[in-house]
């Protein structure tokens, strides 16, 4: 049997990085950025008016109170986007609007809110010291500085930081396209009825999910009995298309498992046992020399968790990021455990932070098939493979579920 660090070292081994791709800003969202980008301005580009208001001399409006307001001509107007070059002389104001470049001379806004608001003389109640509310050329970001590195995910924040800097395409590598297949002659599609032997097919949408969660694409297509045929021509027709394929079921040691039966041999396909519970039989290589193919087994719960494992930080590694595990933390149990020798085992449980401290209750149905005690859980208890048994208020690792 492999360890699960050495199937996913095997795994992170033979994932290579996707080719990046020149995009525009909104295809790049949720792609992680494949260059470093630096600003060819500074931002702001220019002194301009944080607020509407005056802009005025500080010196002029130095004594300016409630009691004895300061009245200054009124020279003009600036709107946002004005392009003439404005200026202004000791004694006399402008009006600006928020935006608006900051006149030569002016070195002070007075908001509209300290005066009276005129339009040809106007009174200001209220002294500005030098700056007061201009926004100053590079404040923001200067010239040739760094906005956003190498390896970033760009979000709504991030394409805006491009898009502010006058950038209309970017490099980055896509969300990997992951097909995900499940296979299994009992299963049917949801929405349609279930005959005897027969159930609905939930690890297509379970897994088809999870890579979506993971920053992939997940495409999931409909069931395949276990009919070799079928199953080779249905992962065949998608090797030109996906990044990555997942299939579920037909990898343990049944008659019919022909998942396994199919793909051994083929590109560098190999079926392992892996010690952890749930999730024993993996298999894992590539296809076509570049497409990175799972076989994760069939129970809902082993496939879910083998996806969290082993598929999740490929992704990653897919998009060049760091193959990080799921945020990890370290939690009190609150009642006993116990686990197999030699197993990594990852138990379904309620993570909770009380009184500074997280908590960790295990899940009633612990069983590979018990899906519902899954999607009532938040988080995977990792009991390591030397570990058989912990009381409560043990400390145990626990990986939070996305
Ligand atoms: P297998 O790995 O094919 O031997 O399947 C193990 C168990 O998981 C069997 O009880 C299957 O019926 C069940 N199973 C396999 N695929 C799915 C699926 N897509 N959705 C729900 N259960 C499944
Ligand atoms: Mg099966």
Not at 340 to 367: I, K, M, N, T
């Amino acid at each position: 049997m492999k360890t699960v660090d050495e199937h996913l070292a095997d795994i992170l081994a033979a994932t290579k990085e996707l080719p990046p791709l020149e995009v525009t800003l909104l295809e790049a969202l949720h792609g992680v950025l494949a260059e470093p980008v630096t600003a060819p301005v500074d931002l702001p580009p220019f002194d301009n008016s944080a607020m509407d208001g005056y802009a005025v001399f500080a010196s002029d409006v130095a004594g300016a109170s409630e009691t004895s307001p300061v009245t200054l001509s009124v020279v003009g107007d600036i709107a946002a986007g004005d392009q003439e070059a404005y200026g202004i002389r000791a004694g006399l104001c402008a009006r600006i609007m928020t935006g608006a470049p900051v006149p030569a001379g002016a070195d002070a806004i007075v908001p509209v809110e300290w005066t009276d608001g005129g339009t040809a003389k106007v009174a200001i109640r209220r002294p500005a010291k030098v700056g007061n509310y201009i926004r100053r050329s590079g404040e923001d970001v200067t010239v040739g500085q760094t906005v956003l590195e190498s390896g970033t995910r760009l979000g709504a924040a991030q394409i805006g930081m491009l898009a502010a800097i006058g950038r209309a395409r970017v490099s980055v590598r896509p969300r990997p396209r992951v097909v995900v297949l499940s296979t299994g002659s009992e299963l049917v599609e949801p929405g349609t009825m279930v005959g005897p032997g027969q159930i609905w097919d939930a690890n297509g949408f379970a897994l088809t999910a999870a890579a979506t969660e993971a920053g992939g694409v997940g495409f999931r297509q409909g069931v395949i009995g276990d009919d070799p045929r079928q199953v080779l021509a249905g992962i065949e027709e998608q090797l030109g298309f996906a990044d990555l394929i997942i299939t579920s079921g037909g990898v343990s040691m049944g008659a019919r498992d022909v998942v396994k039966e199919v793909l051994s041999g083929l590109g560098t396909m190999k079926f392992d046992k892996v010690a952890m519970r749930p999730g024993k039989p993996q298999g894992f290589g590539l296809l076509d020399d570049r497409t990175p193919v799972f076989t994760l087994p069939g129970n809902p719960v082993s496939a879910f968790v083998s996806f969290q494992v082993f598929v999740r930080p490929a992704l990653r590694a897919l998009q060049g990021l760091p193959p990080d595990p799921l945020p990890t933390v370290v939690a009190h149990l609150s009642e006993p455990v116990t686990s197999p020798a030699g197993l990594r085992h990852y138990l379904r449980g309620a993570l909770e932070y009380r009184d500074g401290v997280y908590h960790v209750s295990p899940a009633e149905g612990q069983g590979s098939h018990q899906i519902f005690s899954l999607s009532s859980s938040n988080a995977l208890m990792v009991v390591g493979e030397d570990t058989t048994a912990l009381a409560a208020g043990d400390e145990v690792d626990v990986m939070r579920l996305p």
